[in-house]
């Protein structure tokens, strides 16, 4: 009644009111006016003094009524009422419709099976019979897609009916991007009951963040999700999951198929993507096993179609690696290598028991000039890794050697190359513990032709003594990736050692062994390294491979124990210690030759695959899946070598296979490093690309080409994730749900509906009701006056 009199169309109960003036007036003020009033009509009763004291009373509170509620009207008085209301949320609800939703799980108790016929409405919630056969085989037939439609139309359950007598529900679908559709009154739209299981990946936490985010501005009471858990791709879940939590947003996950889904997948292959003709490649594979554990299954590598090698594996029923070495016998070109484990009996996707590469082979030999003081550890034993890699041609150089040892072996040289023809000749210059004034300034400005203009490599090995500290100011030091200071060295606790950052943990020279927490132990046993040069930091363009598990150049910095950057058209790699060799500890030099192996390939590859160019045109893989997304780099230098500073670069990227198309692509210059340009591209068609420069002179700019394949990621993993989606659950303030668990979901989410609080301000001077007011006590005084014959 009273809202109605206020004119408000929205209330509850009041919990809160408040008479507020839109007038400046000071309230004395208008106080002392409202007292006038009142005595004002005091004074004209008093008058009267043939009525009774009762009736002048009576009238005189009528008149003092009148008059006060005049003097306030003439202020403008505002009624502020706050109200508890429940208000009309939103509830999202989210279809997983990717690939793996597809997937029969093989159900074998009568549990899942039972399950499978819940959500299928082929049985009911409170039947406890056996199933029938035609339940049983319907059941079994069944797909997670199938479970899930059938969960948002069943007719028992009535969910979504449910939930739209109090909530506003708004239905998406999700596999490689997020698609709403539109609902009609309280059931699931056809649309989505209509959708296939078809897309090539999961994006379930950028699917989630996406449908909150399009709904900014309204309350969301939360997010039903109806999934199986995989995701991989787009954002992590869980991080998603619990900035919703905070945000009181919680998410309600149910969880389709089966956890334990019995299944061996090829998940990974780690190898370089250009390899030696008869060389011996590591090859790493990541096999999971989930349900088979302690079985054997036969492990397979072939390049083009031909088997090459092969062992007998031990299945964990976990993630695990196993290593093969192969050897290639194409001279050069590009083969398709292949790895496979056996299908086993009763797996649920023998397809993704294999998985492919492609590999460039070549043939050419790196030539290495390794230029050292004294024989010191790690060069007796760095040689040795040297000479025995078929890879290499290598000349050595000992500055404070045996010069009858060099002029007796044709691998040992007296002198540094005057020539430039003969300097040139070396692809990697690797420079030791030696002083800088052994080189004239001529042969250090060879060094740095060779690399900046030559794309050749160049890698210090710093030492105890001279390197690098007598090289500032030299024309090496514009080429090392680090600044040096010129404190000379600082002792290093015993108990320091590398560790690799985050970010580099696969990186093609770090990577000793898998995992990464297999990889980092490995790197601790290089301690002690007893003392470090003194560093000032990596340069702007640099990476830095390896750090210090603790201490640094100064509070806040990192010391780039190794780093490595761009130098013209060829590469500079910096090495801290002389103590590598300490990972041969108990393995021989596996981890040590693999290291020096890795750095050299990476350093030369370049030059060797005739990439040494101005323009220098790199992707971030040789492989991508349809879908993916390409990071495309380019170093850009002018005809004096230096770095070009325009603020974008455009290459051309073409489809050669199947049918030729040409897309530009525009790329943006990487703050603070001169000359690098980097952009992105998403192919959605599998085939071959190549991108080239704007011109095509192949003197001046490489060619990078990449493989694009049709996308397996939802062939890899099928087992529902379903400690993801509870955790996602808890991280949100939610609650995970199992088939069985349905008939609670509908409470649930209404146990988490939360009354709000509006505020309401009414002006009172205008107000109809003030002035029927004012009318009924001056008609009410006016009655009474006439009946004490006062008119």
Known sequence: ??????????????????????????????????????????????????????????????????????????????????M???????????????????????????????????????????????????????????????????????????????????????????????????????????????????????????????AVDRSAGQPIAGVIVLTDGISNDGLEPLPVAQRLGE???????????????????????????????????????????????????????????????????????????????????????????????????????????????????????????????KPRWEYRYLRQVLLRDPRLEVKFLLTEGDRDQAISSDAYLTDFPEEAARAFHFDLIILGDVPATYFSHAQMTRIEELVQKHGGSFLMLAGGQHAPLSYIGSPVANILPVRVRTEGWQNVDDGVFPVIPEGTADSAIMTLDVPKDRNQELWARVRPMYKLPVLEGAKPAATVLATLSRGAVRAGETYPLIAWQRYGSGKSLFVGTDQLWRLRFKTGDKYHARFWGQAIQFLTLSRLLGESKRIQIATDAAEYLAGQRVAVSVNVLDETYEPVKAPAYSLYLDRTAPARSVTLVRLDAVPNIPGLYQGYFTPDQAGRYEVRAPG????????????????????????????????????????????????????????????????????????????????????????????????
């Open 247 to 373: 945000r009181s947003v919680p998410i309600y996950p149910v969880a389709l198929g089966l956890a334990s889904a019995p299944d061996v997948a090829v998940r990974r292959l780690i190898v370089p993507d250009v390899v030696f003709h008869k060389d011996k490649v590591p090859l790493r594979v990541q096999i999971s096993s989930g349900g088979y554990a302690g079985r054997t299954a036969n492990l397979t590598v072939a390049l083009d179609g031909q088997e090459i090698a092969g062992k007998l594996i031990n299945l964990s029923g976990k993630t695990q690696f196993e290593e093969v070495l192969f050897i290639p016998e194409t001279r050069s070109g590009n083969v398709n290598l292949e790895v496979s484990v056996a299908a086993a009996a009763g797996e649920t996707n023998p397809a993704n028991n294999k998985a492919a590469r492609t590999l460039r082979v070549i043939s050419e030999r790196i030539k290495v000039l390794y230029v050292e003081g």
């Open 696 to 791: 095509g002179d192949p003197s001046l700019a490489n060619t990078a080409e990449f493989t694009v394949k049709e996308s397996q990621l939802e062939q890899i993993e099928r087992a529902m994730q379903e400690e993801l989606l509870r955790n996602m659950a808890d991280s949100s303030g939610g609650r995970c749900f199992t088939v069985r668990e349905l008939p609670k979901l509908v409470e649930t989410v209404a146990g988490e509906q939360r009354t709000s609080v509006i505020r309401r301000e009414r002006e009172l001077w205008d107000l109809p009701v003030a002035f029927l007011a004012v009318l009924a006590l001056l008609g009410v005084e006016w009655l009474l006056r006439r009946k004490y014959d006062l008119v």
């Open 1 to 82: 009644m009273i809202e109605q009199l206020l004119g408000l169309d929205e209330a509850g109960p009041v919990t809160y009111f408040e008479f507020l003036l839109r007038s400046n007036w000071p309230r004395l003020v208008i106080l002392a006016l409202a007292a006038a009033a009142v005595a004002y009509a005091v004074y004209l009763y008093r008058k009267e003094q043939a009525l009774t004291r009762g009736r002048r009373i009576v009238l005189g509170v009528l008149r003092a009524a009148v008059l006060a509620l005049l003097v306030l009207l003439v202020f403008e008085p505002i009624l502020g009422l706050e």
């Open 84 to 210: 508890s209301v429940k208000a009309r949320r939103t509830l999202l609800v989210l279809l997983d419709t990717s690939e793996s939703m597809s997937t029969r799980d093989p159900r074998q108790s009568e549990e899942e099976l039972k399950d499978a016929a819940l959500a299928l409405d082929k049985v009911r919630y409170d039947d406890a019979a056996q199933l029938t056969e035609t339940a049983r085989a319907a059941a079994a037939a069944a797909g997670r897609i199938d479970m899930a439609k059938g969960i948002l139309a069943h007719p028992g359950l009535r969910l979504m009916e449910r939930l739209a007598e109090n909530y506003t529900i708004r239905y998406f679908g999700f596999g490689e991007r997020l698609e709403p559709t539109q609902g009609k009154g309280e059931t699931a739209p056809d649309a989505l009951l209509a959708a296939q299981a078809t897309a090539r990946f999961t994006r379930m936490g950028s699917a989630i963040a996406e």
